[in-house]
């Protein structure tokens, strides 16, 4: 399982440029004019991942197959979108269709860049899409209570859980705080994320930087951290101007262009980290001489249903799986060194998986 990100921001604050570095491709168009996506475009990723290359050099894999990762370019937005502003509607229903939000925000100063709002404040910038997401929320959760009258005076218990976590939506809303903060119990998980409400959608805020403070940072930057912190949001800091040229060179050149500019790690890799603890994601991988490949699955995740990103059958027929963890597979020189030492586990059902386990799953047809 990967994961759905969509890039959002106000108008020029470099979602496009961002997005055709992260997808090396120029299907997002980038200008210095509102609304140039009219689309929202959709790229894929290979999630960079050093372990795996270790485990296919290990076992002699024929192939590498990285887990992937989905960037949706979604259209700017601007002040009224939760009323049809601009391109408002279009934004918020391509909105509903991520796992989760990369806030892109100008942290740059640049005279020949025109900021949508005449000035460089990303906290205000947030604070904008924020707003707008909340309002939709509020105009779908007011919708859907009156349409849930007749079924709870019914005593229908579905409608009822329904009303019930409305209300706590609604109730935070209305008190300038996204969905998000309310506490959801575990048998409520399941009827919450049917809510689809927007601002119930893990964020990351991406401070856009020049690239002379790509490694440092700015004040932009510092209040942007500060702003996530309070709520419980990730942030990183990038320039979409260096992404957009790393995408252009060799492993090797990008890795020297990065040491020159004192970064240890491209930005796409700084965000998939955020991106998977903000969605609490893990990988295990299987190995072999036809290949070694990577899976992403999240915390928590049992056996049986790892085995189900992989196929379905292999989730309904599980019999086990043979379990082996990374670090043993490597200091142990693969699979037979690891059953030789007794490092190789059988587990069953109630199995959680860990992140970086070596799986070989055994199931019936």
Request: glycine share 10%.
């Amino acid at each position: 399982m990967g994961f759905k990100t969509g890039i959002v921001g106000l108008p020029n604050v470099g979602k496009s440029t961002l997005f055709n570095a992260l997808t090396r491709t120029a299907a997002a168009q980038a200008a210095n004019f509102p609304f140039c996506t009219i689309e929202p475009n959709v790229g894929e990723v290979a999630v960079p991942d050093d372990r795996l290359d270790t485990l296919a050099k290990i076992a002699g894999s024929k192939q590498v197959i990285p887990t992937r990762m989905t960037f949706v370019d979604i259209a700017g937005l601007v002040k009224g979108a939760s009323k049809g502003e601009g391109l408002g509607n279009q934004f918020l229903a391509n909105i509903r269709e991520v796992d989760a939000i990369a806030h892109v925000l100008r942290c740059f100063e640049d005279g020949d860049v025109t900021h949508v709002e005449g000035r460089v404040d990303p906290v205000a910038d947030a604070e904008t899409i924020e707003t707008e997401l909340m309002l939709a929320d509020l105009e779908s959760i007011e919708k859907r209570l009156q349409g849930l009258v007749r079924k709870v005076r019914g005593g229908d218990k579905e409608a009822v859980q329904q009303e019930r976590l409305l209300k706590a939506a609604q109730a935070v809303l209305e008190d300038g705080r996204p969905a998000r903060v309310v506490e959801v119990e575990d048998e409520d998980r399941r009827a919450w994320a049917n809510l689809q409400l927007l601002t119930t959608k893990p964020v990351l805020y991406v401070c856009n930087v020049d690239e002379s403070e790509a490694a440092t940072g700015n004040a932009h930057s510092d209040a942007v951290a500060k702003m996530a912190e309070e709520q419980g949001a990730a942030s990183v800091v990038i320039s979409a101007k260096i992404e957009e040229e790393i995408s252009q060179l060799e492993p090797d050149e990008a890795e020297m262009f990065l040491e020159e500019l004192g970064l240890k790690e491209a930005g796409l890799e700084r965000m998939i980290k955020a991106g998977h603890a903000l969605l609490h994601l893990q990988t295990y991988f299987t190995a072999g001489p036809k290949e070694a490949r990577a899976w992403t699955i999240r915390e928590g995740t049992k056996a049986p249903q790892a085995a189900g990103v992989i196929h379905g059958d292999f989730e309904r027929g599980f019999i086990r799986a043979e379990t082996i963890a990374y670090d043993d597979y490597v200091a142990l020189g693969g699979e037979q060194g690891a059953k030789d030492a007794g490092k190789m586990r059988a587990e069953g059902k109630g199995y959680v998986v860990k992140d970086g386990d070596v799986l070989h799953f055994l199931f019936n047809t």
